[in-house]
Nanobody
Framework: DVQLQASGGGLVQPGGSLRLSCAAS????????IGWFRQVPGKEREGVSC?????????YYSDSVKGRFTISNDDAKKMFYLQMNNLKPDDSAVYYC????????????????????????????WGQGTLVTVSS
């Protein structure tokens, strides 16, 4: 049974840092891509970062976080992380960890979020979300 448990959210001032963690069980990082998405109330969920399964190991970031966020994983601990630096108020959202064989297709140039439907229907496994608030 695949389970994902996100943690590490909180209140941080602009320019600050947070590290989100996701505990994974029921699958291996060789099987599925893993990643982070975020959602603001009233808006669609959007992709933040993704790592393809271990055989490939490609990393993707959305343009809005490139250079500030870093995704990583620890196979031995079955954990993956999102290190967020230089946080901005626009980064405030509920952050979700996710896993699916095709998760990183979200970051493909041909992927059109407006035509994809609900991401929770498209990709199979989601954590419960952790709230990040960036405010002074």
């Amino acid at each position: 049974d695949v389970q994902l448990q996100a943690s590490g959210g909180g209140l941080v001032q602009p320019g600050g840092s947070l590290r989100l963690s996701c505990a994974a069980s029921g699958f291996t990082f060789n099987e599925f891509a893993i990643g982070w998405f975020r959602q603001v109330p009233g808006k669609e969920r959007e992709g933040v970062s993704c790592i393809t399964s271990n055989g490939d190991g490609k990393i993707y970031y959305s343009d809005s976080v490139k250079g500030r966020f870093t995704i990583s994983n620890d196979d031995a601990k079955k954990m993956f992380y999102l290190q967020m630096n230089n946080l901005k108020p626009d980064d405030s959202a509920v952050y979700y960890c996710a896993a699916d064989l095709l998760l990183c297709t979200y970051f493909s140039r041909v992927f059109d979020p407006s035509r994809a439907g609900k991401l929770t229907d498209l990709y199979n496994y989601w954590g419960q979300g952790t709230l990040v608030t960036v405010s002074s």
